[in-house]
């Protein structure tokens, strides 16, 4: 049994699609899932001066280990988030940027593992799928050559939507 971990960058639409997602899996027997909301997290906006501050005595917020943890003992990710201004949400770079300079083997946590990238945006969100294939690829990850995009005008098919999980799940290292 692989153990999947689905990050949602919301609370709200991003993260009722994890959920379906997670639904729609309880009855695969190759995985288990978890889904966490990274604004549940907290995290401060990553800064230079606020990183030394934490090194210079301040331990870094206790969240950002768990995080790491979470990622790093899962088998596999499902990212699911919003497209901002053609690109990358910054609640999600914020995480990773954070992860990179406040944990030592975060590296194992993406290195070799399969993610798959989904989306509810408000356009098309394709822009966020290829600059986080970018992203997540030059962190190590597998990213699935398939994504899953809902919009404020066009939900997924439901098709689409097993198909694509299905065999991603079917192909986690
Ligand atoms: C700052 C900002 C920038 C946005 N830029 C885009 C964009 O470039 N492309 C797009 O498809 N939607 C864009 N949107 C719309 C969001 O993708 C959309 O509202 C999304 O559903 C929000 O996800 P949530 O419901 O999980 O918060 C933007 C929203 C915000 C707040």
Redesign the pocket.
Known sequence: MKKLLIIS??K????DLSIKIKDYLKSNDQVTCEVISLEDFELPLYTPTLEEKFKNGELFPENISKIKELICSSNAMIWCS?????GISPIVTNAIAWISRATKDWKEGFDNKNSLICS??????R?YVKGFTLQLSYLGSIVFEKSLIK??SKDIDNTEFTNVLNDFCSNII
């Not at 709200?12 to 993260?15: C, E, L, M, V």
């Not at 919003?82 to 053609?86: D, K, Q, V």
């Open positions: 960058s919301t709200k639409s991003n993260f919003p497209e901002y201004n053609g509810s945006s408000g356009g098309n969100g822009n919009t404020s």
